[in-house]
């Protein structure tokens, strides 16, 4: 009996043993304009950078979503499922140090960090 236990116990650590790096993460934001006013049912492109180490580290990853805000503003993206700028998303080092996410927009008059 104590030969199956161990045995299940030792199947049970391996099966979640195996961490995978994600495919891709959701995000979600409201967009708001200078004023603070939300942007309702807006057409923008949205920038996201993967930085490592600090928020001004190397970016590691970069791609662009091109989007349009709902009624209350928001945007849903999925970080690692735009159109690539920089790098493999499964190659980011997620495992080795810190990483900073930072997202800018472009409504038309060239790209601002929000």
């Given at each position: 009996?104590?030969?199956?236990?161990?045995?299940?116990?030792?199947?049970?650590?391996?099966?979640?043993?195996?961490?995978?790096?994600?495919?891709?993460?959701?995000?979600?934001?409201?967009?708001?304009?200078?004023?603070?006013?939300?942007?309702i049912?807006?057409?923008?492109?949205?920038?996201?950078?993967?930085?490592?180490?600090?928020?001004?580290?190397?970016?590691?990853?970069?791609?662009?979503?091109?989007?349009?805000?709902?009624a209350?503003?928001?945007?849903?993206?999925?970080?690692?499922?735009?159109?690539?700028?920089?790098?493999?998303?499964?190659?980011?080092?997620?495992?080795?140090?810190?990483?900073?996410?930072?997202?800018?927009?472009?409504?038309?008059?060239?790209?601002?960090?929000?």
């Amino acid at each position: 009996m104590n030969k199956i236990l161990i045995l299940f116990s030792c199947f049970l650590v391996s099966c979640f043993g195996f961490a995978q790096a994600p495919q891709s993460f959701k995000y979600q934001a409201v967009a708001r304009n200078s004023d603070g006013t939300m942007m309702i049912n807006s057409n923008m492109v949205v920038r996201v950078s993967i930085r490592d180490s600090s928020l001004v580290g190397n970016v590691v990853y970069q791609e662009s979503h091109n989007v349009t805000t709902n009624a209350l503003g928001i945007i849903n993206l999925s970080i690692g499922k735009g159109f690539v700028l920089q790098g493999v998303f499964v190659n980011i080092p997620w495992g080795s140090g810190e990483k900073f996410i930072e997202i800018e927009m472009d409504m038309g008059a060239g790209y601002l960090i929000h």
